[in-house]
């Protein structure tokens, strides 16, 4: 015989089902209500990250416009590019609540000192709580060619003349000319002029301003360096030096430019072409470009030469020859006119094409002839027959303008990651 179960057994476990089901409501939407809480802690911790990051950038930008700001009130750089080697221009400044240094560089790794014409590089940084934020951004200079680059010839000291100078653009001297026993056919202006045998214009007018010596540092920051001692006799002859080919070692440089430290000792150049831009550091007293020689920039408006000390240039007035000297003056790899052979019937005038500077004293003599601007810190002495052709450069050159201002580099504007 069955039982048959009672209403109220059915009834309670009816109950306990209901209850069951209630309890597991309950939990889920306890978990859920957590769940909700959880998400809406995570979700306001990232709202106050992304707005932390926004102040964070906002304060990195006016940041940048403070550096802007420093190098803008100095385009010459006379204090920052000394003053801040260590590369920090601004350090634990509050904008805001944020925290912010800025930084400069030169964008070639080399000493802001040594590239007082050069581009910079400004990195702004900021960080508020836990955000932080950065930007970069390059900032090339932009001048003009200081007014002493027109003229044909330039002494920061004396200018002593004999002989016979011809030039198409004017000459001039920041303390006195004095034409003794020569014959001046270019305008001339100084503090004070004597002598009789002038065929142009002479001007009375103060001193200009000219290039500072510093300017060597920064060609010789770029250039490839030659040991003295691997001149033979301490002599560059019946060579060709240039962008594409260097006989002196394996090293070249792309742009043309070498640098030697004579120390003291004399160095010769003579029979040579130089297709580049030679630096020549403390030349001993005896030093001396002679006989023929052909030299000019391997690119456009670089210097030809330039010379920390002082020396005497007295080139011949005949061409340089290749069959004299024994010598390919145009092989492969220096191109001449964009022109390249393979034998030695070619000739070459005997001229310095480009800027020639010279930090000390400068003598001239023999039938030298210049094809763009001879500048000198101190004394020019000239004698026999000197042409100067002048050629101002057609672009801004490093070292030989007057810095106004920066302009930004738009495509290297950028957020940068540490």
Known sequence: MRTRPSHRARNTSRRGSVYLLVLAAGVVLTSMGIAGLALLRVQRAAG??????????????????????????????????????????????????????????????????????????????????????????????????????????????????????????????????????????????????????????????????????????????????????????????????????????????????????????????????????????NPGPGSIITKSVLMEPYLRDYPALLVRGSIAISMNSSDLSESAAGVNFNPALAPYRASTDADQSDFYPSQISGITYVSGALSLGSSSTFEGVVLAGGAITMADTVTLRSRPPESVVAGFCEITGFKLSRSSLARKVD
């Open 48 to 281: 106050d990250r992304d707005d932390g990051a926004q102040r964070a950038r906002l304060a990195a930008q006016s940041a940048m416009e403070a550096g802007v700001g420093v190098i803008a009130a100095d385009p010459s750089g006379t204090s920052w590019r000394v003053a801040q080697n260590s590369g920090l221009l601004f350090s634990e400044m509050s904008i805001g609540d944020s925290t912010c240094s800025v930084t400069i560089s030169d964008p070639g790794g080399r000493n802001l000192s040594l590239s007082p014409s050069g581009p910079v590089v400004l990195v702004a940084r900021a960080s508020q709580g836990g955000a932080n934020q950065a930007i970069s951004a390059t900032f090339s200079p932009v001048g003009v060619a200081m007014p002493v680059m027109k003229s044909a010839l330039w002494a920061g000291g004396t200018l002593s003349l004999k002989g016979t100078l011809y030039a198409d653009a004017g000459i001039g001297s920041n303390t006195s000319v004095i034409a003794a026993a020569g014959v001046v056919r270019a305008d001339v202006t100084g503090p004070s002029i004597s002598g009789t045998t002038y065929y142009g214009t002479n001007k009375i007018g103060a001193s200009v301003v000219m290039p500072s010596p510093r300017l060597i540092d920064e060609w010789v920051s770029r250039a490839t360096s030659i040991p003295f001692a691997a001149l033979p006799s301490g002599k560059i002859d019946k060579v060709v030096l240039a962008g594409g080919t260097n006989p002196f070692t394996s090293s070249v440089n792309s742009a043309g430019i070498y640098a030697i430290d004579c120390a003291g000792r004399d160095i010769t150049i003579c029979d040579a072409r130089i297709s580049g831009t030679l630096i020549l550091l």
